[in-house]
Structures are given as C-alpha cells and as structure tokens.
C-alpha cells in the first residue's frame, strides 16, 4: 500500500476528529464514555496550527494521524499530573486499516521527527488496547494514572527516542553482516592457500624421497656389479 505521510492542514480538522471518534468506538467503548471524551477527541483547526500534527494518505484518504504537544510547564489537570515535556496526545487509524500497519509507519515517522528537532522522549497515555503496542516500540512502563472517566485508569508510558532509524539499523546489521561474509571468505582464502601450499610441499617431499629411493637402488645395482 502506497502511503503518503505529510503535515497535517487547518483544513484536515474534521477529518482528524471522525478518525479519533471512529478509532475509539472500534474498541467498543460505552457511548456515555464519548460525552466525557468530546473535546478530547475533537481536533480543531487551532489544534492542528499550534502542534506538530502529521497525517498519513493513502491516495486522496487520510486514514490515521498522530500528534505530539510541547508542555512547556508541569501541571496537575483535575487528578492528572501532567509532566513538563512532549506528549504523544494522539495517534488513531481509520478502523479499516486499524492492525494494518500504519501505526507503525506514524511511529517511525514521529521517531525520525523526533530525531531531527532534538526531542529524546515522549511521555504517552495509553488505553489498555493500545498497551501492548507501545511495549513493542520499546516503551517503559511508568505506572497507572486516572483517566477523565471516572474509576478508570490509563497507562502512562516514557518512550525514548531510538538514536537511529530502522532503516539505518538495517543497513548497518546488513553492512556487518558483508563485513563477516567477506572475512569469512578471506579465511577462507587463506585455508586454501595454505592447504595448497601443504600439498605441494608434500608432493615435493614425496618426489624428493622417490629420487632418494632411487638412487640407493641404483647404488646397490653398481656395488653389486
């Protein structure tokens, strides 16, 4: 699947909150949960020019986005202690493509953000669906945290910036891996070498103890004429 991931526009809004809305009723949450989360889930054309906010396309469809927020102060908001830092806010896909990959993708694209505006970590609140996710991308549990609903927790993770892209990771474990191939047969090369070299010292040997053999025999046939 050809994907497109660029920065999201003021434009892209409605779009963004039908996916937010949309990702979060796939896991079957209780509708009265979504009155709690309206303004959550509702992404604005502010919202989208004051944070980093990137979509992903296939074709002329955005079909997942995610966005990261600077807090620039700690804060408590109603239970929710807020840390000063970045924040993974939101990442959803379209519930057709949920499982497919794209998350993913997002991932490895926020990674390379990231990487590239010097930003070492992101802190994420995670639903319980979405725990075993962020684990994969080698996030760190830091402990529970109360939700906006009420008697319900979320999952508050620290996710550390890989220092290197997959694919430069890939490329470097392919790079060692030629680096071995090649040492490996220069080793190879150089068994050879000597084992031909042994050969032939074991065939001069041979040849010279012939001629010994011979020229004895040809001694005694003297003597003995």
């Not at 050969?199 to 103890?209: F, K, V």
């Amino acid at each position: 699947m050809e994907l497109t991931i660029r920065r999201a526009l003021a434009t892209d809004a409605l779009f963004l909150t039908s996916i937010s809305f949309g990702a979060k009723r796939y896991w079957n949450y209780p509708e009265e949960y979504f009155e709690v989360w309206h303004d959550e889930l509702t992404i604005t054309e502010d919202y989208i020019e004051q944070n980093i906010v990137y979509v992903a396309q296939k074709k002329d469809t955005i079909i997942g986005y995610f966005s990261i927020v600077e807090v620039n102060q700690e804060h408590w908001n109603g239970e929710v202690f807020i840390s000063r830092g970045y924040w993974l806010d939101h990442i959803y896909i379209r519930p057709a493509y949920i499982r497919s990959g794209i998350g993913t993708e997002l991932m490895e694209y926020a990674q390379e953000y990231c990487r590239e505006n010097g930003i070492e970590k992101l802190y994420i609140f995670s639903d319980p669906f979405a725990n075993g996710f962020y684990e994969k991308l080698g996030a760190t549990y830091i402990k529970e945290s109360p939700s906006s609903i009420e008697n319900r927790t979320v999952s508050l993770y620290e996710y550390r910036i890989p220092e290197k892209s997959k694919e430069q990771i890939e490329e470097e474990e392919l790079l060692q891996k030629i680096q071995e191939e090649a040492e490996r047969l220069r080793q190879e090369a150089e068994e050879a070498e000597e084992a031909e070299r042994l050969r032939q010292e074991a065939e001069e040997a041979e040849r010279l103890r012939q001629e010994a053999e011979e020229a004895e025999r040809l001694r005694q046939e003297a003597e003995e004429a």
